[in-house]
Nanobody, 112 residues
Framework: QVHLVESGGGFVQAGHSLRLSCAAS????????MRWFRRAPGKEREFVGH????????TYADSVKGRFTISRDNAKNTAYLQMNNMKPEDTGVYYC?????WGQGTQVTVSS
């Protein structure tokens, strides 16, 4: 089984950057696509983006396109979410998921 742990969340001002990490452990050889989601206060969970197993293809929600970049280091079994030019509406709990397994999430707060 796969276990996922997100880290890197915090408090930033609008326009600044954060990088989240999602470290996988366990049966990592079975992991293919890795996805990022977020849940803003009082809202439904929202898809942020995903990256294929090779790391060559990543897709993004329109709300983050051009500002967020997903990458992965398969040697470290870790995926990353680089968030630039952040906005207050990026505030929420960010989750990574793979193989229908979810991490516990990491809180991101962006002040205006």
């Amino acid at each position: 089984q796969v276990h996922l742990v997100e880290s890197g969340g915090g408090f930033v001002q609008a326009g600044h950057s954060l990088r989240l990490s999602c470290a996988a452990s366990g049966d990592t050889s079975t992991i293919s696509t890795m996805r990022w989601f977020r849940r803003a206060p009082g809202k439904e969970r929202e898809f942020v983006g995903h990256i294929t197993s090779s790391g060559r293809i990543a897709t993004y929600a329109d709300s983050v396109k051009g500002r967020f970049t997903i990458s992965r280091d398969n040697a470290k079994n870790t995926a990353y979410l680089q968030m630039n030019n952040m906005k207050p509406e990026d505030t929420g709990v960010y989750y990574c998921t793979a193989n229908n397994i979810w991490g516990q999430g990491t809180q991101v707060t962006v002040s205006s």
